[in-house]
């Protein structure tokens, strides 16, 4: 009995002790496994978790790289990582893997979070909606967003002016499109051979997708159920974007560096994504020196649009600190945090997801003068096809398309082609 009642009189000094010195018991060590795309080294990564850790220093993250050549081979590759046993919290990932993980039970959904921590709430007045949206599947939220892209065309300036051109007006036409890549597409020394492009783009799903909205269509319907790819409009804008090159000679063929040539002042006008001046300001290229326009359209009437992805971060159903795994999560998406997408130096320098920083000084010295348009577009832009079966709609794209562009296929064949492969996929899905 008398120990019993030592053991209570010291329990209740430690307690008192610890109130009057602001000596707290010590937490128990966690490590939380984080995932994320290797195409940035891990300290740029670890930029974002400074103030995290400042505040949980009993944390310690075991950062886990994994290769992005396609979001389908991520996510596979994130799958694999974790069915090997590696201990996996929090995701970073895209809006192409949302339904694949949720359907395949790798993500936790998030609304009971949401719903139960006010604190959220600020974010959620400000980032944009649509992306939000963008992340849930089957009413579920499955991701916050941090960071999307959506794509423009990008001109230079110089390249532009030496051709005599003015820049592009935001309304032109397919055929004032056609007239700037030609006019500034040479043979400057007369060897037979264009030393400057007018334009240069691909047959990937991202750079493709633009030209069908602009003409009021797409790769497929909204659910992604359909094709669209037998569509008159469809087949019309893949022409267009097949003959800039093959018809009219104002784009290269084969292998080429893009951004390179840009910089270079040997191509014109490219395709990019707000993310594009992380390649092009450590070459020594200023956001004065190029700019960005909407897509043309055919009549030069429409909305402007195009499309556009997002990513953001998502919990594990596997987590052994979910509620911890959720102050990351929300700490990822902090202003603190989000800010850093910036300057275009850190691991992503695509659009931040909230709204307010939109017009940030830094964003504002770090963009071309007409920045705001990737956020208008946005408006009006389709999604990219997020489907549990993406990758496999990727494929039967790219399989078909880089036959048009290596000119081995005429684009009518390769829709047909496409077409009938996706309504197999989709009815067997």
């Known amino acids: 009995m008398k120990s019993m009642l030592k053991r209570s009189m010291l329990i209740m000094a430690l307690v008192i002790l610890a109130t009057t010195t602001g000596v707290t018991p010590a937490q128990d060590e966690v490590t939380l496994g984080f995932v994320y795309g290797s195409f940035a080294p891990q300290e740029k990564w670890e930029a974002y978790f400074e103030g995290f850790l400042e505040a949980h220093p009993n944390v310690t993250i075991n950062y886990i790289p994994v290769p992005l050549d396609s979001w389908g081979d991520y996510t596979q590759k994130i799958?694999?990582?974790?069915?090997?046993?590696e201990q996996v919290d929090v995701i970073w990932n895209a809006i192409e893997a949302v339904p694949l993980m949720a359907e395949r039970g790798v993500l936790r959904e998030l609304d009971s979070f949401l719903e139960s921590d006010t604190d959220i709430q600020e974010f959620l007045d400000d980032a944009n909606p649509k992306l939000l949206e963008g992340l849930r599947w089957k009413d579920q939220q499955y991701l916050l967003p941090f960071a999307w892209n959506t794509t423009l065309i990008y001109y230079n300036k110089a390249v532009l002016e030496a051709a005599g051109l003015p820049e592009p007006p935001p309304d032109w036409t397919w055929d004032d499109f056609l007239e700037y890549a030609t006019t500034?597409?040479?043979?400057?020394?007369?060897?037979g051979n264009n030393d400057i492009w007018g334009f240069h783009h691909n047959a990937w799903l991202w750079h493709l997708g633009p030209w069908l909205v602009s003409n009021g269509s797409f790769?497929?319907?909204?659910?992604?159920?359909?094709?669209?790819?037998?569509?008159?409009?469809?087949?019309?804008?893949?022409?267009?974007a097949r003959d800039l090159i093959w018809e009219h000679g104002?784009?290269?063929?084969?292998?080429?560096?893009?951004r390179e040539a840009f910089v270079a002042g040997t191509l014109g006008m490219m395709i990019d994504s707000p993310a594009g001046r992380q390649r092009l300001i450590p070459a020594g290229m200023s956001a004065d020196d190029y700019d960005v326009v909407f897509f043309p359209t055919k009549s030069g009437e429409g909305a402007p649009g195009s499309q556009w992805?997002?990513?953001g971060y998502g919990i594990t159903k596997d987590s052994q600190h979910p509620d911890l795994a959720w102050e990351m999560v929300k700490h990822l998406v902090s202003t603190e945090v989000m800010s850093k997408l910036l300057s275009g130096e850190f691991a992503s320098a695509s659009a931040p997801a909230r709204q307010s920083l939109a017009s940030d000084p830094v964003l504002v010295a770090a963009?071309?003068?007409?920045?705001?348009?990737?956020y208008e577009v946005l408006d009006n832009g389709r999604t990219v096809i997020n489907a549990p079966n993406f990758a496999e709609l990727a494929e039967i794209h790219d399989r078909y398309m880089?036959?048009?562009?290596?000119?081995e296929m005429s684009v009518e064949e390769a829709a047909a082609n496409i077409q009938a492969d996706m309504e197999a996929v989709i009815a067997d899905s």
């Open 184 to 191: 500034i597409t040479q043979d400057t020394d007369g060897d």
């Open 309 to 311: 992805g997002t990513d």
């Open 79 to 85: 799958v694999t990582t974790m069915l090997g046993g």
């Open 402 to 407: 880089s036959q048009v562009w290596a000119n």
């Open 250 to 258: 104002v784009g290269p063929t084969g292998s080429f560096n893009f």
């Open 219 to 240: 790769f497929l319907n909204e659910d992604f159920s359909e094709p669209w790819y037998s569509r008159p409009e469809s087949i019309e804008a893949l022409q267009f």
């Open 367 to 374: 963009s071309p003068a007409n920045y705001l348009r990737f």
